[in-house]
């Protein structure tokens, strides 16, 4: 029997098993479907209004710093502000507080606090993202605990650093006595963090998207950063905490970081020999401690860097540094814009052609620099 009789023989026998799988999948789809709808039905544990947090009886609220109103300058680039939102910093204290999908934070009757949940918009009565997975089960959690997470990029080292460490801060200068946190301890830069906080891993509850916890106290607070915006308390108290017993210095590097995964330089052999022939240091970021990237940072009085989270170490920066972020089309984003004028940076965005790669998302596919068009600029920068 020829191979080409065999494989088609065997297709014979798998054409069932493929549509037995199928059908079972769709049925088992529609029926999760209906599941939740006569649970929304009849209203079991399940969250359905949408409240903000001033509305709710038996909730405390603290304020503990008032916002920082910064104005910075628009680049046609971005599609930014010119200032930032006014909000102020307060830490609520919920008894019984629930939280579910990691980051959605509701009352011991369901309610959602909105002014606390990430992406949780007035006029929607739902929130979406507790029905992917439905929360059998609630786990109680007899301590009063403190929410270390904001939404599902947790696991983004810009969101981390400039969202979720800042948090921490407001908690510690509540004066609220914290058992327990509900973080993301995942990566190494999460260990990293937990670590220079000095919290221990005992008081580490794991971040769960599965997981319906009911705290005894639940302490909260709202966002820290708008639009990727760093506040001068927020980089002072990450300087502290990562340039501990760093001896100040005049920053004089010129420094070059360089992508080795996705979003990398296209013509890269070309524009690292440009970077070395003006005196640029190439470093690679992956290995390096949080520390050993903020130590470099601080030294740096010049960045060149393709946009990605790792230019969120800027932040251990010193005044008047100067920051070039390299895009494509599809990667033109603000936050760093921001984040640069928040902190007093030189900043200069500079957009070139994309490598298309079909087997990328376009956001990773690499940049095509022109090279002229980099010394040009070099040379009213360095010289």
């Known amino acids: 029997m020829t191979r080409q009789i065999k494989q088609y023989l065997f297709s014979l026998w798998l054409r069932p098993v493929r549509g037995i799988i199928k059908h079972t999948t769709i049925i088992f789809f529609y029926l999760r479907l209906g599941i939740k ?14 409240y903000t947090i001033s509305k709710i009886e038996g909730i405390e609220s603290k304020l503990i710093l008032a916002f920082e109103k910064i104005n910075f300058p628009i ?38 606090l909105r002014d606390v949940t990430w992406r949780h918009n007035v006029g929607i009565g739902t929130n979406l993202y507790a029905y992917k997975l439905f929360p059998w089960k609630t786990t109680q959690i007899p301590w009063t605990t403190a929410v270390l997470c904001w939404n599902d990029t947790d696991k983004n080292y810009h969101h981390r650093i400039t969202t979720i460490v800042p948090k ?32 221990d891993i005992s008081q580490i509850i794991p971040s769960d998207p599965h997981a319906y916890y009911q705290c005894d106290t639940l302490i909260c607070t709202n966002t820290t950063t708008v639009f990727g915006i760093i506040q001068p308390r927020a980089k002072k108290f990450l300087c502290e905490i990562f340039l501990k017993d760093r001896a100040q210095v005049v920053a004089n590097r010129k420094v070059y970081i360089k992508r080795i995964t996705n979003r990398k330089i296209a013509n890269e052999t070309e524009f690292e020999k440009l970077m070395t022939d003006y005196g640029f240091q190439i470093s690679v970021l992956d290995g390096m401690t949080i520390r050993q990237q903020a130590e470099l940072f601080y030294e740096a009085k010049i960045v060149i860097w393709p946009h990605g989270a790792w230019l969120t170490n800027m932040i251990f920066s010193q005044p008047w540094t100067k920051v070039i972020e390299l895009f494509h089309p599809q990667t033109i984003f603000g936050h760093y814009y921001a984040m640069a004028w928040s902190l007093w940076f030189d900043y200069t965005p500079l957009v070139w052609k994309m490598k298309l790669d079909t087997k990328k998302i376009e956001m990773d596919n690499d940049i095509i620099v022109d090279i002229e068009q980099v010394r040009k600029v070099l040379k009213t920068i360095t010289y």
């Open 75 to 112: 680049i046609p680039l971005f599609k930014g502000r010119e200032s930032t939102e006014h909000f102020d910093h307060v830490v609520y204290t919920i008894p019984r507080g629930k939280v579910f999908w990691s980051y959605t934070i509701a009352t011991p009757s369901n309610e959602i």
């Open 168 to 199: 921490y801060y407001i908690f510690k200068k509540s004066g609220i006595k914290i058992d327990t946190y509900i973080a993301d301890t995942n990566l190494w830069f999460h260990r990293e963090w937990r670590e220079a906080l000095w919290i």
């Open 37 to 50: 709808k006569l649970i929304r039905l009849f209203g079991i544990n399940v969250i359905t209004v949408n």
